[in-house]
Every structure is written in C-alpha cells, then in structure tokens.
C-alpha cells in the first residue's frame, strides 16, 4: 500500500506507508524532545512514580497498588536504560508520546484510506498540547493513551479486512493493546467496553439477518463482511486481553512465588478504588471537562517568592495539561458529528470515533471514588484529531479537497 498526494496542504512523493509512519514518529520526537529534561526535579505526580520505579528496580516491590503495573515499569525501564536522572524518568514517556501521534496517524488512515487526511489527524494531535504535556513528564497517562489508540487502529483495520484471517487476527491484536492498556490504568478498560458493544451489536444484526434496503459500501452493519464467529470473539476480546493483562503481573507473581499474588493484588486495588478520597484542590466534575472547566497545572515553580517571584535572571517555570481551546471545540463539535452519522447515517468510521470518545469519558460518571481529575478526559481528547479528520472529508468540494487526497 502507497500513501501518496497530489494535492492538498502538502504535496508528497508516494512513500510507502511505513516510511510515512516512522517521519510521523521522528517529528514528533523532534517536537516532544527540547527540554523535556530540564525540570531537575520530580513534579506533579512524578512524586509518586519515580521513586515507585526505584523501588521495583532496587527490590521488586511495586509501590502504589491503586493501579496495574506496566506503565510504572516501562518508567522504570528509563531510569534502567539511562539512569536515574530527569532523563532517565522521563524517556519512555517521551517515545511514547511520539509513538501516539504515529497510532492516531495509523488509525486515521484505516479510518478514512486517506493519506493527507491521516497526516491532518496527526498534525491535529501533535499541536494540541495535551500528548505534548504527556510525553515530558513521567506519568501513567501516556502509555494508557497509547494503547488505546493502537486498540482503536487495530480494531479499524479489522473492519477493513476482506478475509475471516484478518478480521480475527487485528482484532486480536486490539483485545492485546485493550489488556496492556487496563494494565496501565483501569480506565483503559472503559475502551473495552464500548468497542465489546459494537462488537455484540454487529453479532445480534447478524444473527437477526438484518440487511439495509438501501446498503451502502460505508455501512457499520454489512452481512458479507468476514465473521469471526463466537470462539474467534471469545478469543479477540476475552483470552487475548486477559492475557496480556496477566502477563504484565508476571513479575510480581515470580517474587512472591504464587500464583495468587494475582488474586490478592487486585482485592487490595478492589478496597482502594471503592473507598472514599480525600478532597483535592485540583479535582473537577466528568461532565465539566468538555468545557474546560478546571485545567490541572502541573508545575508553577518561582524561584524567589520577593519581586514577584522571578525576574529576567530568574525565570520562572509552569507546566499546564491544557488543550488547544479551538480545536477542542471544534473536535467537540466534530464528534458530535460522527456521533449524528455513525447513528443516524449508519456510517461506520464515525461510530467507531464516537465510540471510542463517549466509551472513555461516560463511565468517569459512575466512579465509585468519587475524585476525578481534567486529565482523565485526555484518552477522549486524542480521539478529536480523526473526527476533524472524518469531518473534513465529508465536506462537499472544494472544501474537501483542501484536506483530501481522494
């Protein structure tokens, strides 16, 4: 498959896709990368992960059982690769926020077939600010957000597949990004969830025979398209996330010597997420986050509390998780949209885009802990880039040609 452009906003040479995805990679880096280090110190909630890392690769024990292990190892992994220094805490944030940018580059493009209008997506996200803020800090959110995303790609590409070995086979690699992705937080099972229901959706429009009077190639719901059956479903969404979910515990299991450290770490992380949380200064409401209600500042340090705090020898630093106001208003008003056409046009990129952000941010209503914060929203946000995407290329011409290729 070539991605290729002869119009638009850029004008490409074809280049083979994979090509593509590794430049989309590299220059995110090149944006995420300057000065990522520079803070000498932990911030915000690096207070809790970093010294978590030391701990796990000092002795093993894995500090902070409120949530799943992987992310805190692949943190650990840094300081085990280059020390521990704001560097070292920070790398694999940073090569996972690239790799972000490259999966909604790589989902957009199974969304749409469309090369300038998966590299719109991309550039959409690499601007907003919120990948941006998560690839510098060392923080749980990045590699959630990540897999994700390579959920959401691969789960496209199944719908995409002509034959019954393809359609299984992305999904199966969705339901291994869906377990990595709860093995990060528990909150990337919310994706699982949604994408299970489209899933039992598409089986009961099957096994009912239902057949649309006036089918179209874009359809959500199409009887030729490969089935993967009820074991081929069971093995997708059920053995391949629990498995790599399970596996991200190895290491615990190894040093406790048995298998039911499993069991009883999630009875401890069960007690914790039902208790109640103390107040915080820094939380906010899930319905306010839409209309960035309440920001979260990451770091406000000022090296002298006299004169104002700093001067032009003493600069002050801040760090703020805020998204781009205008893209997130009209990425909102984008999923609207693709909430309006993957519904009542039956179109199914958009649903799955509407599904993949209402699945992570409405069941954040339903926390039994009762303390939310802005950035449990930004799983929902990286979603806003393929919407504007869909959205463009649903524009009539010329509009349409000003983002599109096709």
């Keep these: 498959m070539i991605a290729s452009a002869s119009r638009g906003w850029l004008a490409l040479r074809p280049l083979p896709l994979v090509v593509t995805g590794a430049l989309v990679v590299l220059i995110s880096l090149a944006v995420f990368a300057p000065g990522f280090h520079l803070a000498r110190d932990v911030y915000f909630d690096e207070t809790w992960y970093v010294p978590t890392a030391r701990q796990w690769l000092a002795t093993g024990e894995m500090l902070h059982p409120e949530h799943p292990p992987l992310a ?67 923080m749980l959110d990045i590699f959630l957000i990540f897999f994700c995303v390579a959920a959401l790609a691969a789960y496209t590409m199944a719908t995409r597949a002509s034959g019954r070995a393809g359609a299984l086979g992305w999904r199966i690699a969705c339901g291994a990004c869906l377990g990595l992705a709860g093995a990060c937080k528990w909150s990337g099972w919310f994706l699982a969830y949604g994408l299970i229901a489209l899933e039992l959706m598409g089986a009961l429009l099957r096994h009912w025979r239902v057949r649309f009077e006036d089918a179209r190639p874009e359809d959500f719901h199409r009887p030729e398209r490969p089935a993967i059956g009820v074991l081929g479903g069971i093995a997708a969404f059920v053995v391949a996330p629990f498995l790599a979910y399970a596996l991200c515990y190895a290491p615990q299991m190894i040093r406790a010597g048995t298998l039911y450290e499993f069991v009883a770490t999630h009875e401890n992380m069960i007690a914790i997420m039902t208790g109640k949380s103390a107040d915080h200064p820094y939380k906010s409401l899930w319905w306010t986050w839409p209309g960035l209600w309440r920001p979260v500042w990451y770091l406000f340090d000022a090296p002298s509390k006299e004169a104002g705090g700093w001067s032009e020898t003493a600069k002050a630093a801040a760090v703020v998780g805020l998204p781009n106001p205008l893209l997130l208003l009209a990425g909102e008003a984008a999923i609207l949209w693709t909430l309006y056409a993957g519904v009542w046009r039956r179109a199914q990129a958009p649903l799955i885009v509407a599904v993949a952000f209402f699945a992570q941010w409405l069941p954040w209503a339903a926390n039994p802990k009762g303390l939310e914060f802005y950035y449990y929203f930004y799983p929902s946000i990286v979603c806003l880039g393929p919407a504007l995407a869909l959205a463009a290329g649903a524009m009539p011409r010329p509009w349409r040609d000003a983002f599109s290729v096709a």
């Design 72 to 138: 805190k190892m692949l943190i650990a992994a840094g300081l085990r690769l280059f020390g521990d220094n704001p560097f070292g805490w920070r790398f694999m944030s940073l090569v996972f926020g690239a790799l972000t940018v490259g999966a909604v580059w790589l989902w957009t493009l199974a969304l749409t077939e469309d090369a300038m209008l998966a590299l719109f997506s991309a550039a959409l996200t690499l601007v907003d600010g919120i990948v941006f803020v998560q690839a510098r800090i060392a």
